[in-house]
């Protein structure tokens, strides 16, 4: 029976890793000036565990079960030194620094700290109980062994976030991208794409990761525009003495492999741009760098590099350690689905088959610099460059309204429109931060940072055709915009500072350090600039053109010279005394002093509490010169926000037992339309055009969190989180009244949010306490349960027109239930071992987009809501230890393959002879993503 359990062990999956510590240090020669010693022997008495100290005199013993040991130093001809009662405590590092001579050093020369390994799953989950307030981290330990691989895989793992098919960013507790905030070592950091406020998540590689922080409540220190979570990326340093490792993973995804695979004309394998700007400065000349055909290939093979390395220096007290970490990324990605649009007449719109070729190119450089001083303080310097390129091709292929209205069965018309696009975004983070005790009470903790963003969409490429396809014979349609070049530039600067000066208090509890006053300032100015371009090839006809050569067929110098077509640009062609090459664009600055104090006190070992209220004076202006509006026009304005928040928070604490524990926590905040938001700049889509509304006003939110946590052991926890939230109005995107049904962002009335979720992680069974044969089975699991409602009113705040469909309903993207869970099994034998995980979630159906266009003489009436589907998700995920130097990893991801898909309900109140019945549930778009398959093996020095 013990042979059979230990066989199904063998092939289940599950998530737990060997809870251990560590003991490192320094060994100097007291005979010679303290010079470092190198090839001395350490190890536990009573051990087989041992190490020989390096050409630097440093020594690592790692993976050390937990316990009290005897470490025992010696060198020929030197005094062995022995250091009892040694304390190993789970997931941390103890640091002991011996010098050795001919005679035996005083032991009181030796000196012992211990210091949190902060991407250990069971070190943050003892901060976490810890902390008055309420937060969630997830390690890199995590990260590895449910095989997430950025951080944006690793908030969603956390109970109550997702990801949403077909939006960048994660949504929290329902709330989407404007209602969260992104900082990096506690700093801000922008985004670097102007449709986003967040920075997509997927930037950070875990090779950069120590840990990602979760705030779904606000405390001071945080920025106040944030009504979701504050998502804090803490950066990997250097833990141990030194360190060099590289990895390689090659995968395969099954949709993209074996296809002939589109790319656009210029787009390079490395994903750089060498040419950001417009080519031409003449609109009789037709120079352009690409060609509209596009280039294939058949081998789609991704790929994943990294090298990451560091060291430590010891100089006197003081320790100087270096980190850096370099790694290069590229994924392929094949759609085939369909791409539909229902009209407010009962009808379509649109009905295309829809495929799409992504390639994705990632390369990232990041390096760290740490002083720390002996009583813990430190300075460290921090820089990171990340690059990222993306390139689509999108082939539309059927019946579009304006374009097929000829079609007939006997004589079929159809649309196809090709839309191809590179965007490379260049971020450059520079930090500064320390840590400073000024005295026995007073300490010091401050930060900087500069940030830049560039962002580049360089000859983004739109053709649209008509085929007669009984004649086959297709034709380049006329139209104004229907055949275009689109360039566009992106230059962000963010300036941010921190200060703040702590005070400790004697609290009741004298093993907790969490009573102190603190005293802030925050300073952030940010600017972005963002103009474009667009290059029409206006039509007055139809004329022939070759799908598969349109370059040498139509688009090319002799066309113009013959005036088939004629270019011009969003602003003319120059025939009015007008530069047509003054680009179009926005400017966007935004200011904010922020004052803060709190006040965090321990009333008795059981009690504790925080309070504080934060100032912000925020400004943010934005300037605009667009397709739409211009500033030079006296009857409109920029779009100016200017105004004070006074934004109060607490979190209580209450300890039933040292296990058992409950937190309640409340504040106010705020958000901040962005500026694409406010910016009446208009985007151009395949199946839908949208822009922003300068009268928008700031959100205010209303929050309340109750959490109950247990924890069975110091790795082991459930809880249980009430949570509410009030917004005053809300901002969404949504169609609003105009000649072509083009989207918007409106406030619109009032929202309402509820929820409950759980959190568990527990081991349910371990064969072995050897540390040298350990078989463990851990289980984790996460589920949320939200409720959301809110008011759907046309403001009168704005010039905007909207009409909803529902007087209310749910917030966009906020599934209702929400479930998490993973099972792992770990099998350990001295330096070799198997982690296997399956890694399980599920997302249930929820609102794509709100439904617009009903008629007041006809209630009820207008488009439903646009729903995503149910998306169930399945990774296996497997890491193989050969040795303590060599690595394999054997991963699933996406197992089960579903099917993204977006429905909506044909409405025909008020439609007279509707095409469609009324309540059919149409998809108006599905595609699959693949299977992907990788193995890897890694190297560590």
Do not use: C
Request: proline share 4%; net charge negative; no cysteine.
């Amino acid at each position: 029976m013990k042979t059979i359990i230990k066989v199904l062990l063998f092939f289940l999956t599950s998530i737990s890793i060997a809870q251990t510590g560590s003991i490192v240090g320094k060994l100097t020669d007291t005979d010679y000036n303290n010079e470092p010693l190198p090839f001395a022997n350490v190890f536990l008495k009573g051990t087989t565990k041992g190490v020989i100290s390096d050409i630097d005199g440093l020594y690592a013993l790692e993976n050390i079960e937990p316990g009290t040991y005897t470490v025992v130093y010696s060198f020929v001809g030197y005094e062995t030194v022995e250091i009892s009662d040694v304390k190993v405590i789970a997931d941390k590092v103890t640091n002991i620094d011996v010098p050795m001579g001919a005679s035996a050093a005083a032991l009181d020369e030796v000196v012992i700290k211990t210091t949190t390994r902060r991407e250990s799953a069971v070190a943050l989950l003892l901060e976490q109980k810890k902390a008055v307030g309420i937060s969630q981290s997830i390690g890199a330990e995590d990260l590895s062994r449910k095989g997430v691989g950025d951080a944006e895989g690793a908030v969603t793992k956390v109970t109550g976030i997702k990801k949403q098919a077909g939006v960048k960013n994660v949504f929290v507790r329902g709330l989407g991208d404007r209602y969260n905030s992104t900082t990096l070592n506690e700093l801000p950091l922008p985004s670097e794409d102007p449709e986003y406020k967040n920075i997509s998540l997927d930037f950070f590689s875990s090779d950069v990761i120590e840990s990602v922080g979760i705030n779904k409540t606000f405390s001071v220190p945080l920025y106040g525009d944030v009504a979701g979570a504050n998502i804090n990326i803490v950066s990997k340093e250097l833990t141990g003495p030194g360190s060099l490792q590289f990895s390689i993973s090659p995968e395969v995804n099954s949709r993209a492999i074996g296809k002939e695979f589109l790319i656009m004309d210029n787009a390079k394998y490395i994903g750089n741009i060498h040419n950001t700007h417009v080519p031409i400065t003449d609109l009789g000349v037709h120079a352009f760098d690409n060609n509209f055909k596009p280039n294939t290939q058949n081998a789609q093979l991704n790929s994943s590099y990294s090298l990451s390395g560091g060291k430590r220096f010891e100089m006197g007290n003081n320790r100087l350690s270096l980190f850096f970490v370099g790694n290069f990324d590229n994924k392929y990605e094949y759609r085939k689905g369909n791409s539909d649009r229902i009209n407010s007449a009962g009808g379509f719109n649109q009905e295309f088959e829809k495929t799409e070729y992504n390639y994705n190119v990632s390369k990232l450089a990041m390096a760290n610099v740490k002083w720390r001083f002996p009583e813990g303080d430190y300075i460290a310097a921090n820089s990171m460059f990340i690059k990222n390129n993306s390139q689509s091709v999108a082939d539309y292929y059927g019946l579009k309204a304006g374009l097929t209205e000829n079609d007939e069965p006997q004589n079929p018309i159809r649309a196809f429109i090709r839309r191809q696009q590179e965007n490379e975004n260049n971020l450059f983070v520079n930090q500064l931060l320390t840590s400073l005790t000024l005295t026995e009470k007073l300490s010091l903790e401050a930060g900087a940072s500069y940030n830049t963003i560039r962002g580049y969409e360089p000859d983004r490429r739109t053709n649209t055709y008509v085929i007669d396809v009984n004649a086959d014979i297709a034709r380049a349609a006329s139209g104004s915009a229907l055949n275009n070049r689109f360039y566009s530039n992106l230059e962000e600067n963010d300036l941010a500072g921190k200060l703040y000066l702590d005070y400790a208090l004697n609290g009741k509890n004298e093993d907790s350090k969490n009573s102190r006053i603190r005293l802030g300032y925050n300073y952030r100015d940010t600017d972005r600039t963002f103009n474009y371009t667009q290059i029409n090839y206006i039509l007055d006809s139809p004329a022939v053109v070759d799908i598969d050569n349109p370059d040498t067929s139509l688009f090319n110098q002799q066309s113009l010279n013959e005036e088939i077509f004629r270019l011009t640009t969003n602003r003319g062609d120059g025939r009015d005394g007008k530069d047509p090459f003054i680009p179009f664009s926005y400017d966007g600055t935004r200011t904010i002093h922020s004052g803060l104090g709190e006040a965090s006190y321990d009333f008795s070992n059981s009690f504790s509490a925080n309070v504080g209220v934060r100032y912000e004076k925020v400004k943010q202006e934005v300037l605009f010169d667009t397709n739409l509006a211009t500033t030079n026009d006296p009857n409109t304005d920029p779009s100016l926000i200017e105004e004070n928040f006074v934004l109060p928070s607490f979190n209580l604490k209450y300890n039933f037992n040292e296990n058992s524990i409950v937190r309640l926590a409340g504040s106010k905040t705020y958000t901040l339309p962005q500026f694409k938001e406010v910016a009446p700049f208009l985007y151009e889509d395949v199946s839908f055009n949208s822009f922003g509304n300068p009268d928008l006003l700031t959100a205010d939110n209303y929050n309340l969190d109750l959490k109950y946590e247990y924890y069975f052991s110091p790795g082991e926890i459930v809880a249980l989180t009430g949570f509410y939230k009030n917004i005053k109005n809300a901002i969404n995107r949504i169609e609003v009244n105009s000649a072509a049904g083009e989207l918007s962002y409106v406030n619109t009335g009032d929202a309402t949010i509820a929820g409950v979720e759980l959190e568990l992680r527990k081991n349910i069974l371990k064969l072995s306490n050897d540390s040298n044969d350990e078989k463990t089975l851990t289980f984790g699991l996460n589920a949320s349960y939200l409720y959301s409602n809110q008011k759907l009113e046309d403001v009168p705040t704005d010039n905007l027109t909207v009409r909803f469909t529902n007087k209310e309903d749910e917030l966009e993207g906020s599934s209702p239930f929400i479930l998490g869970s993973d099972l792992t099994l770990n099998l350990k034998k001295k330096n070799s071992g198997l982690t296997s995980s399956v890694v399980f979630n599920y997302n249930s159906k929820s609102i794509y987009s709100l439904g617009t266009g009903g008629d007041d003489a006809n209630p009820g009436s207008g488009k439903q809501n646009i729903m995503l589907s149910a998306i169930p998700t399945l990774d296996f995920i497997n890491k193989i230890a050969i040795n303590e130097n060599f690595g394999i990893k054997l991963n699933i991801k996406n197992i089960l393959d579903p099917d993204y898909k977006l429905t909506q309900e044909v409405n025909n109140i008020g439609v007279p002879n509707a095409a469609l019945p009324d309540g059919q549930e149409v998809p108006v778009e599905t595609y699959k993503r693949g299977v992907v398959f990788s193995a890897g093996v890694s190297y560590s020095f």
